[in-house]
C-alpha cells in the first residue's frame, strides 16, 4: 500500500521552463490537494479537487494550472516556472475516518523544485 | 476566513522538560482541530486531532473555544520529538481543506 506517491522527488528548473509534478493515490480517496512549504510560512493550498473531475483554486494559484486525470491522479503543472516558485510542494489526499468522521489528510514525500 | 497561527517559528527545550507549543485559530463556528508532524526527512503525518480527544507519543492537545487555542503539550520532552509541527484546521465552509499554521520547529536538546 503505497499511499501518496509524487514524483519528481527534486527538479532544478531555469526561469520560463515549463514541468508537471504528478501525483497518484491508491487509497480510494475522493479529495486531493497540492499545497507548498516555505520557511515561516507553513503550507499553503495551491489547488485541490474534491472529487474526480473538479477543481479549485486555493490560497495562492497563480502561476499554476491542475488536472484530475482520474480518481487516483492529481498533476500540477507550471507553464513558465518563476524563481518565486522555489519551494517544497506536497500533494495530499484525503478521506473520512470511519470512527470519528473527521477528514484526515495523507501526505506524499514532497518534491523540492528549484528555480533558477 | 479561517486563520491559524503559531506564534513561535522555534522553541527549544532540554531533555525531560516540559514542552508547550501554541496554536490560536480564527473561524466563526465548530472548526476540527489537527496537529500534523514532520520529521527529519520523513513525511508530513497526522500526530492527533482534538475529535478523537487522545493522547499520541505522549502529547495531548485540547480545544479551547473560548481562548480559540489548540496548544500541543507533553510532560517530558523526549529528544525523538524533534520535528516541526504544524497546527491545522477545517470547517464546514471549508469542506475538506485544511489551513495550517506557520508550523514551530521544536528541538529537543539532550
Known amino acids: 500500500n503505497a499511499g501518496v506517491t509524487q514524483t519528481p522527488k527534486f527538479q532544478v528548473l531555469k526561469t520560463g521552463q515549463s514541468m508537471t509534478l504528478q501525483c497518484a493515490q491508491d487509497?480510494?480517496?475522493?479529495?486531493m490537494y497540492w499545497y507548498r512549504q516555505d520557511p515561516g510560512m507553513g503550507l499553503r493550498l495551491i489547488y485541490y479537487s474534491a472529487s474526480e473531475g473538479t477543481t479549485d483554486k486555493g490560497e495562492v494559484p497563480n502561476g499554476y494550472n491542475v488536472s484530475r486525470l482520474n480518481k487516483r491522479e492529481f498533476s500540477l503543472r507550471l507553464e513558465s516556472a518563476a524563481p518565486s516558485q522555489t519551494s517544497v510542494y506536497f500533494c495530499a489526499s484525503s478521506g473520512l475516518d470511519r470512527g470519528t468522521g473527521a477528514n484526515v489528510l495523507t501526505f506524499g514525500a514532497g518534491s523540492r523544485l528549484t528555480v533558477l | 476566513a479561517q486563520r491559524v497561527t503559531q506564534p513561535e517559528k522555534l522553541l527549544s527545550v532540554f531533555k525531560g522538560a516540559p514542552v508547550e507549543l501554541k496554536c490560536n485559530y480564527s473561524?466563526?463556528?465548530?472548526?476540527?482541530l489537527f496537529w500534523y508532524v514532520q520529521y527529519s526527512r520523513q513525511r508530513l503525518q497526522l500526530l492527533l486531532r482534538?475529535?478523537s480527544r487522545e493522547s499520541i507519543k505522549g502529547f495531548t492537545a485540547d480545544l479551547n473555544k473560548g481562548e480559540t487555542s489548540f496548544h500541543l503539550k507533553k510532560p517530558f520532552a523526549q529528544e525523538e520529538d524533534s520535528a516541526m509541527y504544524y497546527c491545522a484546521l477545517s470547517g464546514v465552509t471549508s469542506g475538506s481543506r485544511l489551513t495550517f499554521g506557520e508550523g514551530t520547529q521544536l528541538t529537543v536538546n539532550p
Open positions: 482534538h475529535i
Open positions: 487509497m480510494n480517496h475522493n479529495s
Open positions: 473561524y466563526s463556528g465548530s472548526p476540527e
